[in-house]
């Protein structure tokens, strides 16, 4: 049985009021009152005493009226959308133990028979490095009149648990910057602050500190977080969307466009660093080391997450650390969320060479994932096609030869989990803006069932599957 939830409503600090996201305060009447509940006494007061000695039948019963308080709960209406309350209602508070398995989870067999249905500790996981992104999002200062802007405003000591994740059992060990490559001219120098902005706190990496959840684990898991987008200069270098050779790649011949490519503005983001400020690749590389030398004795995994442009870096940093470190986890996975396009088929190949996971969650109705450039769609390379701008494959090829040199040629990587806001019963209308957010697609992994089915299902639905237990107890 696949849990169905009734997802969190949110509130968004990064939209508009106006939003088209329609809060739980924003509810129809009828959904906004809390259905009368079926007693779960009823199906254990029908156990005779006597039949306590059967260890498979009192089993059986108390999986029974777990599963139908699980589902009674999807009735009840959500008020509490403060900032202190856990984002997603219905994520339980202690992930199921993934043990031996944690490496299926990890991607080890790229996900297969995982997505579609969606399994529900892959989901509990997804969601759980989700919210370390969000805490970028609320650990960043957006405030451009302050003169802390694009600074984190946390300490790294509090950090987690004053943006929400007070148990996560992962312990913050550095802090990391991106640095624009872009150069200013002088008059910039007297610009707004928040125009004139080269180098801002993009995320962090943290290590996995609990014994208990290490145990659930199944392995001690590091993870490097990533926001999206957020200052001028960002926004520039997102707007870079030609493809550029990877230096270190086989591509040193500048003239041929074969070898592998990636982005010219994130590989800048990855690589551009000040006298006062080291790149992010710098960063990432030093404390990755420091890790390993520390853990590399031990059960290890590396998992990288981000959001938009986040993504986006998260899959260079995991191609770099790969490419790099000697004694690299052997399992790297990028789990990413709404990411835009970062290179073309032979960067494609290469990561699948050297081992490294990538799952992408998209949402259909999010442009920036069909961004930037165009696809072939080769139906022979065993990656779900993106629903986007692309170039039929069968094409002439000089055709596609004059595409490949506008290098504008792209190619998706990883795995696919594609979810849709249409789908969504919460979201009304339809908004560039709200289709990009993280806490969308939170909102739409947290409740997807599978494609074979319906993928939010009513109060109706719900209400008959606890109908349908009980018959069984009785």
């Known amino acids: 049985m696949y849990r169905i939830r009734k997802p969190d409503l949110f509130h968004s600090s990064r939209l508009s009021t106006r939003s088209s996201v329609r809060t739980c305060t924003q509810l129809p009447a009828a959904a906004a009152v809390a259905p009368k509940r079926v007693p779960v006494r009823f199906c254990c ?8 000695s059967a260890s498979q039948d009192s089993k059986k019963l108390a999986e029974n009226v777990q599963t139908v308080k699980q589902l009674e709960r999807l009735l009840e209406p959500i008020h509490d959308t403060s900032a202190s309350s856990l984002p997603y209602r219905f994520m339980p508070a202690r992930p199921g133990k993934l043990g031996k398995k944690w490496m299926e989870y990890q991607g080890v067999r790229n996900w297969d028979g995982l997505l579609d249905p969606l399994d529900d500790n892959l989901r509990r996981e997804i969601l ?23 600074t ?13 994740l007070p148990e996560t059992g992962y312990r913050l060990t550095r802090n990391l910057r991106v640095t624009s490559g872009i150069q200013l001219p002088r008059w910039m120098e007297r610009a707004p602050n928040w125009v004139a902005t080269q180098s801002s706190w993009i995320g962090y990496v943290a290590v996995c500190q609990d014994k208990g959840e290490i145990s659930r684990l ?6 490097i977080a990533y926001r999206g987008t957020t200052t001028c200069l960002e926004w520039l270098e997102n707007l870079r969307a030609t493809l550029t050779h990877l230096p270190g790649a086989g591509s040193d011949d500048l003239g041929s466009s074969c070898g592998p490519m990636v982005e010219s503005g994130f590989l800048s983001l990855y690589t551009s660093g000040t006298a006062g400020s080291p ?13 390993i030398q520390s853990y590399g004795h031990e059960p290890l995994s590396l998992t990288i997450t981000g959001h938009s442009l986040g993504a986006a870096l998260a899959t260079l940093t995991a191609y770099d650390i790969k490419t790099t470190l000697e004694r690299a986890p052997e399992l790297v996975t990028v789990i990413s ?11 494609r ?12 969650i998209v949402n259909s109705e999010d442009l920036i994932t069909k961004l930037p450039g165009f696809v072939i769609n080769d139906s022979n390379d065993g990656v779900p096609y993106n629903h986007s701008i692309h170039v039929a494959a069968g094409l002439p090829s000089w055709i596609q030869k004059r595409v490949e040199e506008t290098q504008l040629m792209y190619a998706e990587v990883g795995r696919e989990l594609r979810l849709s806001s249409r789908d969504s019963p919460y979201l009304s209308g339809f908004n560039v803006a709200t289709c990009h957010e993280l806490k969308t697609y939170l909102h739409l992994v947290d409740s997807f069932v599978g494609s074979a089915s319906l993928p939010f299902q009513s109060k109706t639905s719900v209400k008959k599957k606890i109908e349908m237990i009980f018959r069984k107890c009785m």
């Open 152 to 164: 984190c405003m946390f300490p790294r000591r509090s950090l987690l648990e004053r943006a929400g």
């Open 349 to 360: 190949q290469l990561l699948e060479r050297q081992g490294t996971k990538v799952l992408r």
């Open 128 to 150: 759980r490095y989700g919210q370390f992104v969000e805490a970028t999002y609320k650990s960043f200062d957006f405030d451009p009149s302050s003169p802390s802007y694009g």
């Open 45 to 52: 007061s029908t156990v005779d005493s006597t039949t306590q």
């Open 218 to 223: 199944g392995r001690r898991d590091v993870v």
């Open 337 to 347: 969320f709404g990411g835009p396009r970062v290179g073309n088929l032979k960067f």
């Open 279 to 291: 790149s992010l690749q710098h960063m990432v590389r030093q404390e990755i080391s420091r890790l």
